[in-house]
């Protein structure tokens, strides 16, 4: 880092810059938020004037207005016209960019919305096991990036209810009630592949220990590098528990009734925002989905 009165180093420069248009604008894999930068690059010999610093200084703003509502002051001398550049600058602009890079899943409450995207539910009674699939696309890889980057989540539910009064359906209504809503995307997404990955399972008590909801999810190719656009959420209620005396009181014995249901919300960045110095935020979201049947038994 270069101190005062000295020429400044290329990496004073490149990393912030780097930061800024990595996390706001196209990015790579878990960076990138899809919008408009301003900042460039500089190279050695290059001289940095306060354009410069305010155009890199603007990325760094804008996103963490996204990331807090309203963006967190950084004051740089040598941002102003004529003023030089001077040791506080670069560190300041060191420890500006590394919390917007470790903050970049963050979005703000005021940045965002959640909505309703889909549910199901049978009323066929059954005994072993069911499942659905919950799928979510995406118009293309870059558009799933932005959404899952700038904080996009998803939000699984279920519950069980009515049916026969039954030690067996009161179980499963506790258990589905003690999940309560299960909400995943974050840096994870980049770990999901085409194998099923487990995201979520809780087990139900005494005597009906081994039931079991669990949330697994599947994308259409390997996402470590960001490519998937459709992604499978798999969720399975298993009940292996066998009544020890069939035949004998209280009936109906292993059968679980009523209505068994799920649904699915999803939080998105909101767009409109205006960006500083110009233009506007542009959110990303899903294309479509499909909340799949609940089958078996």
Request: net charge negative; aromatic share 12%.
């Amino acid at each position: 880092m270069a101190g005062s009165g000295t020429t400044a180093l290329a990496s004073d420069v490149s990393i912030p810059y780097g930061t800024g248009v990595a996390v706001m604008g196209t990015g790579s894999v878990s960076r990138g938020y899809g919008q408009t930068t301003f900042g460039t690059t500089k190279n050695v010999g290059d001289t940095i004037g306060a354009n410069d610093f305010n155009n890199i200084r603007y990325d760094l703003l804008n996103a963490s207005a996204h990331q807090n509502g309203v963006a967190t002051a950084l004051s740089l001398a040598g941002n102003v016209t004529g003023a030089q550049i001077n040791t506080t600058d670069p560190s300041a602009f060191a420890t500006y960019q590394s919390t917007v890079d470790s903050d970049r899943f963050n979005c703000h409450s005021s940045r965002k919305t959640t909505t309703s995207a889909g549910s199901n539910s049978r009323t066929s009674s059954w005994a072993s096991s069911v499942t659905a699939t919950y799928t979510l696309n995406f118009a293309n890889a870059n558009e799933a990036r932005y959404f899952w980057n700038g904080g996009g989540r998803i939000r699984i539910a279920s519950s069980r209810s009515g049916g026969a009064i039954s030690s067996q359906n009161t179980a499963w209504s506790n258990l589905l009630s003690s999940a309560g809503t299960q909400e995943f995307g974050g840096i994870a997404v980049y770990n999901w592949g085409t194998s099923a990955t487990d995201l979520y399972q809780v087990f139900s008590s005494a005597p009906y220990a081994s039931n079991s909801y669990k949330i697994a999810v599947r994308t259409n190719v390997t996402n470590s590098s960001g490519n998937a656009t459709a992604f499978y959420f798999d969720i399975t209620w298993s009940d292996p528990y066998v009544d020890p005396m069939p035949g004998a009181p209280p009936l109906p014995e292993d059968i679980v009734d009523g209505t068994l249901a799920y649904s699915v919300e999803i939080t998105y960045p909101t767009g409109g925002h205006a960006l500083t110095p110009s233009g506007t935020w542009t959110s990303y979201n899903y294309s479509s989905y499909n909340a799949g049947a609940i089958t078996g038994g």
